[in-house]
């Protein structure tokens, strides 16, 4: 079982509503990521982290932003959400000791009406 | 065009039966290769890791095979359980960075029923 955790399971909210999805890791680990996800479709990476102070936007256009002050902590915030934002959102997390296998956390179900 | 292609999209299988999931990339430079099984509501969890010089790994009931000249993988799974159902989702990382690209295949929905 992996040792990171996300929080809320699930988040309804209403358009324009600013949110932030929390994400912890006890593990360790230095890289930090955050993929968003809709059905049948590929995980796309939208935040990465190296490391503390580290942070770098991933392949798909997000208007969300994240921060890395703790290395076990990795937030994503959304200033305005908006319906186009429903998707399913995971954080991971990798370490060279774990040949950089993906840990992931259980996910956010985000649904913005 | 995606970079990892798997199949089928879904299938459905009898407990007890085994069946075989297909993983085809383009990814280059290749680093190495995943599987990793993601149950409903919940994030993937890594199965197996195949580099470029393996051609077989087994875990338990899932064997994984590799063929880098065609660039081919696939997962096996034997006497398959009802806990099987989910989605299986082939990941493979190149080498053009420190961190590896990662690309992420759609996944193949496998459904075991008793």
């Known amino acids: 079982e992996a040792d990171i955790y996300q929080t809320p399971r699930y988040l309804v909210i209403g358009t324009g509503k600013k949110i932030t999805l929390e994400c912890s890791q006890t593990?360790?680990?230095?890289?930090m990521y955050w993929y968003q996800q809709d059905p049948g479709m590929e995980l796309h990476l939208i935040h990465y982290s190296y490391g503390v102070n580290s942070t770098e936007k991933g392949d798909l256009s997000s208007e969300s932003t994240v921060s890395r002050i703790r290395t076990e902590h990795f937030p994503l915030t959304l200033e305005s959400a908006r319906p186009s934002h429903t998707s399913q959102y995971l954080c991971?997390?990798?370490?060279?000791?774990?040949?950089?296998?993906?840990?992931f956390g259980s996910g956010t179900q985000l649904s913005v009406l | 065009k995606n970079q990892v292609e798997q199949s089928p999209q879904s299938l459905i299988i009898l407990e007890g039966k085994n069946c075989t999931l297909q993983?085809?990339?383009?990814?280059?430079?290749?680093?190495?290769l995943r599987w990793y099984k993601q149950d409903t509501g919940r994030g993937p969890v890594s199965l197996t890791i195949?580099?470029?010089?393996?051609n077989t790994k087994s875990n338990r009931r899932y064997t994984a095979t590799l063929d880098a000249d065609t660039k081919q993988s696939s997962l096996h799974i034997t006497a398959s359980q009802l806990s099987d159902s989910a989605s299986y989702i082939c990941?493979?990382?190149?080498?053009?960075?420190?961190?590896?690209?990662?690309?992420f295949g759609r996944g193949t929905q496998l459904t075991v029923w008793p």
């Open positions: 593990m360790g680990h230095d890289k």
């Open positions: 991971a997390s990798s370490d060279v000791a774990s040949n950089e296998k993906l840990f």
């Open positions: 990941v493979v990382s190149d080498r053009g960075s420190t961190l590896g690209r990662l690309y």
């Open positions: 195949m580099t470029f010089s393996e």
């Open positions: 993983c085809n990339y383009t990814v280059s430079p290749f680093s190495n």
